[in-house]
């Protein structure tokens, strides 16, 4: 989920990459950033996240812009699926198929773009999209698939 997103151990790659310095597995729990550093998810704080963030998105990242005058930071994701949203925040483009969204996250947090495919979960504040969690889409799917097993999963989430 947007690799690792920690204040310290970002380290920049390509055009689309966003990689964390320790570790490509790691994720992103940005609720718990609100105040403090932000810090790697666990297991349990993604798929509770899954369960009860007011959107969930399957997507990339697009690109992320950094506004040091507001403190924040927004990643611009190309969503292919949009599991849930409540309230509605995003809107299909042009195609039809793919959805272009903005979210935002504290500055702090040292957002940058990195590969592959996430699953972007948070919440809704003033009809602005923030970032709680983000891992990325084949370690969540692991962690979920794991859970389930051991029927242990908070929710049903539609992976397919």
Known sequence: MLGCIRQMGVQEGGPGQLI???????????????????????????????????FVI?????????????????????????????????????????????IRTPL???VRPGPGTFLFMGWSR?????????PRFQEFRRAYEAARAAHLHPCEVALH
């Open 108 to 110: 702090r947090c040292g």
């Open 126 to 134: 003033f009809g602005e999209a923030w970032l709680g969690c983000a």
């Open 20 to 54: 964390a310095r320790h570790g490509p597995q790691a994720h992103v729990c940005v609720h718990s950033c609100l105040g403090r550093a932000c810090r790697p998810c666990s297991d349990a704080e993604l798929l509770l996240a899954a369960c009860t963030s007011d």
């Open 58 to 102: 399957h997507g990339i990242i697009h690109g992320v812009a950094h506004d040091v005058e507001l403190q924040e930071s927004v990643i611009t994701v190309v969503a292919a699926r949009v599991l849930r949203q409540t309230p509605p925040l995003f809107q299909a483009g042009r195609s039809g198929d793919q959805w272009l969204t903005s």
